[in-house]
């Protein structure tokens, strides 16, 4: 018995340790701070912008890295009065998406092909008349409907100053036009101070609650028709337009514009410089026998070819890059422009 009994206190001793530590352990779990569940990491919204010539292959490619596609376009009319019908194409490649389980939502431009640009007299037709503003919006809804979209995504560009107003009235409308699941979302042109935003017509806070989605069209820095040659868009101009409009939209409301093509600067006189795929800059550059510089602060590649031709183009490095900045600055997502052009999106 007695040789016995220093074993049995040493046990309970060390049982009575041990007691002791995992309560102190389970304090210490319990006092650390928990992140609210909106807080935690999540993988970020993709939107992939398509045309309706867009192939079936492609977006079957992508649809991994994507969540929605959004399909160009249900014009507006000239008058700003309509919304007119989304073409067969359009319909296919909403379609087509649906079928890879993603969202799909169905995009309202003022492109012009008369114009080959964006028409702002249509746009200050439609924002300036109550009446047309309503219109088209009960008109955006019954497409939706009829072609099971997921909602609207609303593309007017080179809208004016005064017509702010009617920007938001316009996106109320739709959301009031459409069921609560329907969503809302709006590509506004990328700028780096709040007065500028205003002069395009952003009135952003008023915006950002209006909507789902801002998707910051953070691309066209530079290009060959209103620039010399630079970055489609630099990773530091990006940052400083995106902190701009996080003053006055949630960043969970916020998605950065991703450029998936790049622009060529001629250098012989009279010739105009045009849009290239990633693909295709990859190709002349290795046709003419040099190698491409990344620039690493830009976040985009560019080179000069021997007709001395500066190319400068945005490609899935890039994407990159700009799923970093997202994450880094807790955005809502990505949208890129576009699928079909751009290369194809990491998994």
């Given at each position: 018995m007695t040789g016995r009994r220093p074993t049995a206190l040493a046990r309970g001793a060390l049982a009575l340790v041990l007691a002791l530590v995992l309560a102190l352990v389970l304090a210490l779990v319990l006092a650390l701070p928990v992140a609210p569940a909106s807080a935690r990491a999540e993988e970020p919204e993709v939107t992939g912008y398509a045309l309706g010539s867009l192939a079936a292959r492609v977006v079957a490619r992508d649809a991994d890295a994507l969540t929605t596609v959004t399909v160009a376009a249900a014009p507006l009319s000239a008058d700003g009065r309509r919304a007119l019908r989304p073409p067969a194409d359009v319909l296919r490649v909403g379609r087509v998406a649906r079928r890879h389980g993603l969202r799909t939502e169905l995009l309202l431009s003022n492109?012009?092909?008369?114009?080959?640009?964006?028409?702002?007299?249509?746009?200050?037709?439609?924002?300036?008349?109550?009446?047309?503003?309503?219109?088209?919006?009960?008109?955006?809804?019954?497409?939706?409907?009829?072609?099971?979209?997921?909602?609207?995504?609303?593309?007017?560009?080179?809208?004016?100053?005064?017509?702010?107003?009617?920007?938001?009235?316009?996106?109320?409308?739709?959301?009031?036009?459409?069921?609560?699941?329907?969503?809302?979302?709006?590509?506004?042109?990328?700028?780096?101070?709040?007065?500028?935003?205003?002069?395009?017509?952003?009135?952003?806070?008023?915006?950002?609650?209006?909507?789902?989605?801002?998707?910051?069209?953070?691309?066209?820095?530079?290009?060959?028709?209103?620039?010399?040659?630079?970055?489609?868009?630099?990773?530091?101009?990006?940052?400083?337009?995106?902190?701009?409009?996080?003053?006055?939209?949630?960043?969970?409301?916020?998605?950065?514009?991703?450029?998936?093509?790049?622009?060529?600067?001629?250098?012989?006189?009279?010739?105009?410089?045009?849009?290239?795929?990633?693909?295709?800059?990859?190709?002349?550059?290795?046709?003419?026998?040099?190698?491409?510089?990344?620039?690493?602060?830009?976040?985009?590649?560019?080179?000069?070819?021997?007709?001395?031709?500066?190319?400068?183009?945005?490609?899935?490095?890039s994407y990159d890059r700009r799923v970093d900045l997202a994450e880094e600055l807790d955005l809502r997502g990505l949208a890129v422009w576009r699928l079909g052009s751009a290369d194809p999106l990491p998994r």
């Open positions: 492109y012009s092909n008369r114009l080959e640009d964006f028409d702002p007299r249509a746009a200050h037709r439609l924002l300036s008349d109550p009446r047309s503003v309503r219109r088209v919006a009960r008109q955006l809804a019954a497409h939706v409907a009829d072609g099971r979209w997921d909602g609207v995504n609303v593309d007017l560009e080179l809208v004016r100053r005064g017509d702010a107003d009617g920007l938001v009235d316009l996106v109320e409308a739709l959301q009031d036009a459409m069921p609560a699941e329907r969503t809302v979302t709006i590509d506004i042109s990328a700028s780096t101070s709040l007065p500028s935003y205003r002069d395009r017509g952003y009135a952003l806070a008023r915006l950002g609650r209006a909507v789902d989605a801002v998707q910051l069209m953070a691309y066209d820095q530079h290009g060959p028709t209103w620039s010399g040659p630079g970055p489609v868009g630099d990773l530091r101009w990006q940052r400083d337009a995106v902190e701009t409009v996080l003053r006055r939209v949630p960043a969970g409301k916020v998605d950065l514009g991703v450029a998936g093509y790049g622009y060529t600067w001629p250098a012989a006189p009279g010739r105009t410089g045009h849009t290239v795929t990633p693909a295709r800059a990859r190709l002349l550059v290795e046709r003419a026998g040099i190698d491409p510089v990344w620039h690493a602060r830009s976040g985009e590649w560019s080179a000069r070819l021997p007709s001395g031709t500066v190319l400068w183009w945005s490609d899935a490095r």
